[in-house]
């Protein structure tokens, strides 16, 4: 079987016993989502970079990008929370499947060469 599938599958697994402890289902807004991530990456001393709604796979979901640690050592997050509320999702950029991943890199990337112009 592909470990890919079996990842999968486990995350899914999770995801829906995840969704069956919050009760009250409801929409998330940007705010919510900003509020929890903030404090995901303050746990762990990480910067986000950046955030935005996106369909995936027909279902809304905010997707922020953010980085832990600096130079050579930084690692990329992808930190995912579908728009109709659930589990907040944390994967390394590497890993995940997600589009925007291959975003976040470039982005950090280029605000480098910002900081380094101004």
Not at 9 to 26: G, H, I, R, Y
Not at 61 to 80: E, I, K, M, P, S
Not at 92 to 101: D, L
Request: proline letters at 3%; hydrophobic letters at 45%.
């Amino acid at each position: 079987m592909d470990a890919q599938l079996d990842d999968k599958a486990l995350e899914n697994t999770l995801a829906e016993s995840l969704a069956d402890l919050v009760p009250d289902a409801k929409t998330v807004s940007e705010d919510e989502f900003v509020e929890v991530v903030g404090g995901a990456l303050e746990a762990v001393g990480g910067t986000l970079l950046f955030k935005m709604c996106v369909q995936n796979e027909g279902e809304g979901q905010h997707v922020a990008a953010a980085c832990v640690g600096d130079g050579g050592n930084r690692q990329f997050l992808l930190l995912t929370l579908p728009t109709v509320g659930g589990a907040l999702k944390v994967e390394t950029a590497s890993r995940s499947t997600n589009p925007v991943a291959g975003i976040a890199a470039a982005y950090a990337g280029l605000m480098d060469v910002f900081k380094t112009a101004a």
